[in-house]
């Protein structure tokens, strides 16, 4: 799997197709945050993009392959193992950006009600919750389960959507628990919320390699 791993991030280094989801993640947070802002609820704003943007990644990760390659290391390492490969990769290198996006959020934020520090905790947490809502949304709108281009766009950019707004979603859930806390300044660690899109991830990547194996 490593060595999977290594290639699929080859890949995606080499395309440059990461370029458009993560500078406007950087122009997201940008504008959208200003400094000496509640940390809390800055944090709550950050990751919260960080559903689509990991959407996205796995969308780019699963289609940057040329047809030919991905025969050869479907045969090589099997469909599955593969299309996982692919997965945790996008799923990994948004991870790293919405670290740095915390990281710096919490540095340029107002500190005088919540500590810097377990509010950065908070604010990873939340972080891999809403890569892990983001990357099952990925991994059940493009191939092998929507293959149509505009079907999978369309499906993926509801489906963040929908991660971000409705009760009872893991993502949802982590960002308002950010938000809702800014004020009075307890600091929230949305564990449920995480356990959720743990099981959530893993019951749609679970889906999506096994379909890989009987669809392509």
Known sequence: MSALLRYQAALLLRSQ?????????????????????PVLGALGYAVA????????????????EPPAARTVIAAASGRARAHLAAVLTAAGATFLVGVTAV???TGMSDHRVVAPLPAAVAGIVGATVCVLTGTAIGALTTRPLIRARGWSLTTLLLA??????????????AVSS???????????????????????????????CKATAWRE
């Open 49 to 64: 993009g960080l559903v689509p943007v990991a959407a996205w990644a796995v969308r780019i990760c699963l289609n940057q």
């Open 160 to 173: 963040s959507l929908l991660g971000l707004v409705t009760t009872g979603s893991p993502a949802a859930s």
């Open 103 to 105: 990281l710096a959020v």
């Open 17 to 37: 197709r990461w370029l458009a989801p993560f500078l406007l993640y950087a122009a997201f947070v940008g504008v959208g945050i200003q400094a000496g802002e």
């Open 178 to 208: 950010l938000v809702a806390a800014s004020t009075p300044g307890a600091v929230p660690y949305p564990w449920p919320a995480l356990a959720g899109a743990v099981a959530l991830t893993a019951a749609a990547v679970t889906l999506a």
